[in-house]
């Protein structure tokens, strides 16, 4: 099996490449987002941009939550009214709200004190999704990686705000436990979720392909293994997982 990276590896790329590489994984990584004559390769780790340009030529599909997962959650698991609009409508904001792209970074995830401070249309398409959320202080925050409905590993991230990081706690994985049960079948079988507490309750704060996220200080080798199975073989996706395949960010536009 081949793993392909993208140009630049961040610090926990590097030792997810390591750990592939023990693994007797072959890894390729690629000097620009072109993609060679007579590459080829199983599985990606890298940003969306990158996978939008070589998944396909490669036959790798990137499993990505619906881009209005977070929307479909009942209000005690996320503490919050979030909502997916375009942007367009999130122009015609006059509150602050907390904004994001759903599944790549076309929006800068941040404050906005109203719509009228999005990128213009002159950056963005005014049809192009996003969320649009109630603002609110987590009180720390934790990445689970999930695999085949249960939390393969995790780690802590941040607190208060800031980077801090370390294992999970009990309560941690037992709210990942809980979210799974209920709503692990409006998943794919491999993803990112965060989550975090927030006044005092433990709440959904959103998930992330787990092809493109980050390992913090999560077991690099169980990391992998979600990796392998969020980004694998287009002919090899089961029929599940199917539905969560990304489409590549050029033909989202035209739809």
Do not use: C
Request: aromatic share 6%; glycine share 8%.
């Amino acid at each position: 099996m081949t793993l392909v990276l993208p140009p630049r590896l961040t610090a926990s790329a590097k030792n997810l490449r390591d750990a592939a590489q023990r693994r007797g994984l072959h890894t390729i990584q690629l000097p620009t987002f072109e993609v060679p004559a007579g590459t080829r390769a199983d599985h990606l780790h890298a940003g969306p941009t990158f996978a939008d340009a070589v998944a396909p030529i490669l036959g790798i599909a990137p499993l990505e939550a619906p881009p209005d997962w977070l929307t479909g959650l009942p209000r005690e698991l996320t503490h919050r009214e979030i909502t997916l609009v375009t942007a367009g409508e999130a122009y015609e904001l006059r509150r602050p709200a907390f904004i994001k792209s759903p599944n790549d970074k076309s929006i800068r995830a941040m404050i906005y004190t109203d719509g009228s401070r999005l990128p213009g249309p002159d950056a963005i398409d005014r049809q192009t999704p996003v969320l649009v959320s109630d603002i609110v202080d987590f009180a720390a925050e934790y990445r689970l990686h999930l695999l085949d409905g249960a939390v393969h590993t995790a780690s802590q991230y941040a607190e208060q705000g800031r980077l801090r990081l370390g294992p999970p706690s009990a309560d941690t994985l037992a709210f990942g436990a809980d979210l799974l049960a209920g709503f692990g079948h409006t998943l794919p079988t491999a993803i990112v979720v965060d989550v975090g507490v927030v006044d005092g309750h433990w709440a959904v704060i959103e998930p992330n392909a787990a092809w493109a996220s980050g390992a913090y200080v999560a077991d690099p080798d169980l990391v992998l293994d979600v990796i392998l199975r969020a980004a694998g073989p287009t002919a090899g996706v089961s029929s599940h997982d199917r539905r969560f395949i990304r489409a590549p960010q050029q033909e989202q536009d035209r739809d």
